[in-house]
């Protein structure tokens, strides 16, 4: 049988209109999600580009061969752009070649007069020679470069300027090694000849003379004959550019550090042998470092290991310790070319050359050459290499390593940096000479970020948590409207504004009142809990005078109460807790001298408590308003059926409220740590910006937003620093991520033990 069915009224039929609207807003919705995904993923994607060529080789290319005429020559130096390298012959003849033509040259000497070069010593990032000469005698001589043109049409000149020759040492007898120092008021020259088969150390100062022409002759000042404080015999020497030392390798491998000490005398500071566990601890090549405090050494057994200057623990003066160890060469290094822009260096021997650089113990290029190779240099620019083989043949390399100082042990491995007695995790991205040691690791600043949010949510979580409950169960309806407002308001002040006040008023309040804060932040809860249960006990014909939600205006003025009090009785508490001697012997009552005294640890102004003080406060907003929604969606009969079966207003929050909406507040703490973690003006303006890693809440930090935030304005583009800040960048964003990830997972946990319905 056929059935009729009832025409749907007009009025009860949604409109289409609506409808349309539903259809539109559900597809705009869609596609905002998917954009705010891609967004996001471009994100990743372009910071994930900025940071790859942190973690490349170096790359290498030969791009040129010069034959050079016949000669022994002594010593290869380049210019700063890398297209003139220059030699040196035995005789006194330079020899350019223009490595864009392939044109060799001979340059007018001021060493062809008659002497035998014996020795070179050769500066390249003054662009000074000193020569010694097989009479005894030694000169030093000024490169002169020029330049017009640019890129593949530069024009490259080079001169020389030199001093007349003086003697040093024994008259007659060749000098075998030669070095030399410059600091502008103190010049070094240090020499080594061998005298009836007994090597000696020759030193001499030089001065010059000065009239009111201007500039006079360079002559010597002052002469030392120093072989006899050596412990073997000498065979090479080099000087620092600080022109206060020298260092001497003798034949059986041993090193003598000998110092010019303030009375104008040398002392052995320091007998070391570089290779001692070796079978042959001879070197075969030494060589400083940029910088001058660190020296590259090469065994005859291929081993490679670098001495840094240092202060032990426990004393006063700098001495030489092995800092770094490199993979053995296959044989024995002819070579070792310093770089003048970081702390990379050339080592080889044979047909094996290796770029390395120190800081890091990293290999940046390594490679079997098509020629035996004798000595080599690295341009002023770090872009090219020069290699001299056996058949008197220049071979020119370009080279692309933009960023040596990369990688992962630098960023997050502990290293040892000049200077330091040990390992190290250290951000210093800038110094004040061109020799600094760019530190770059970034554990630092993670270890800031993460004691930064820790000392946040400690003072924020209990005071937003313990707030929302209070206003969300037991607070009056009708002041919660107005406090959860005034709440929301305070979320949108400005961190500046925050970082402002903890700057210049909250650090400087806290640095002479911390006894005060310690009785307020521990009395103060403490009072109240005690008060609390004194109401409790209270009859309730007294307790019946105040209504339920009212007892806040009952107990605010008592709390103020205690406040001041526990804060007036601070200094008392510092007098009788805090008290220590000073350096002259005085017995003092402050906790600024008490601290470091106890604890070993600094107590500076700006510091993670007052960062924790007020990052907190910008934290609480945002925890109380998302934990007071989560309880206050709590199903109504939940409360009533707690409340009906004889359970106190405490106790149906705390067993039954408090459970239920476990899952919205864990999702509130997530968020306001994810706040914490990112704050960046709070802890730039609150802190210092100090990368130190403690845990000291008396000492400050630096996070990896705030480091991003100070130091990319400053930084080159595509530069290591530039790019090591993209990693920092990176690092937060997978620590948001991963921490987002857990609170999901823990949240979804949470709702599903604790769900009602």
Known sequence: MATSQAKVPKRFLTQPFTLFIDRFMSGFIRIGGALVITAVLGIFVFIFLQIVPLFQAAKVKEIKSVPLPSGSYTVLGIDEWGGLPFLVEATGRIITADLQTGETAEIASPFTVGKQISAVGYNEREQTMIVGTSDGQFSLAALKYGASGDGDKRK????????????????????????????????????????????????VTLARKRSLMGGGKLQVDKTYELGSMLSGQPVQVLVPTTADSVVVLNNDGSVNYLFLAANKEFEVRQ??????????????????????????????????????????????????????????????????????????????????????????????????????????????????????????????????????????????????????????????????????????????????????????????????????????????????????????????????????LAAIYIAPLIETRVPSLLLVSFGVPLASMLLGWIWSRLPITIRKHIKPGYEVFAFFPVVVLLILFFWQLGPLFERLAFVTTDASGKTVADFRAWWPHVTGASFEQRNSLVVGFMMGFAVIPIIFTITDDALSNV??????????????????????????????????????LGRAVGETMIVVMATGNTPVMEWNIFSGMRTLSANVAVELPEAPQFSTLYRALFLGAMCLFILTFAVNTVAEIMRQHLREKFKTV
């Open 635 to 672: 199903p109504q009969s939940l409360r009533t059926a707690s409340l009906a079966c004889g359970a106190s207003r405490w106790q149906t929050a705390m067993r039954v409220i408090l459970p239920t909406a476990s899952a919205g507040i864990f999702s509130a703490v997530m968020i306001g």
């Open 156 to 203: 490259i000149t080079l001169a020389l300027e030199a001093d007349p020759f003086q003697p040093i040492g024994v008259p007659g007898v060749p000098i075998q090694s030669i070095a030399f120092g410059d600091t502008g008021d103190r010049k070094l020259v240090a020499a080594v000849q061998s005298v009836n088969g007994q090597k000696q150390l020759h030193v």
């Open 271 to 500: 007998k070391f042998t570089p290779f001692e566990d070796a079978e042959d601890p001879a070197v075969s090549v030494m060589n400083f470092l940029l910088g001058d405090v660190s020296i590259v050494f090469g065994s005859v057994e291929g081993a490679n290991r670098i001495f840094s200057l240092y202060i032990p623990e426990g004393g006063d003066k700098r001495l030489f310790g092995m800092r770094h160890e490199f993979p053995k060469l296959p044989s024995a290094p002819g070579f070792i070319a310093s770089s003048l822009r970081n702390k990379a260096f050339l080592i080889g021997g044979g047909e094996t050359a290796s770029l390395r650089f120190m800081t890091t113990d990293a290999t940046r290029w390594e490679s079997s050459l098509p020629f035996a190779a004798q000595k080599a240099v690295i341009n002023g620019k770090y872009n090219r290499m020069v290699f001299l083989d056996a058949k008197n043949t220049l071979h020119a390399y370009s080279l692309d390593d933009p960023h040596p100082e990369a990688g992962w042990n630098s960023f997050f491995g502990k290293l040892y940096y000049e200077g330091a007695n040990e390992k190290k995790w250290e951000w210093q991205s800038t110094g004040g000479s061109d020799d600094f040691e760019p530190k770059l690791s970034l554990v630092p600043l993670i270890f800031g970020t993460l004691k930064g949010t820790l000392y946040a949510m400690i003072f924020a979580m209990p005071i937003a948590i313990l707030a929302a409950l209070y206003t969300s169960q037991f607070m009056e309806p009708n002041f919660r409207q107005v406090v959860k407002p005034t709440m929301e308001i305070m979320a949108s002040l400005p961190s500046v504004v925050l970082g402002f």
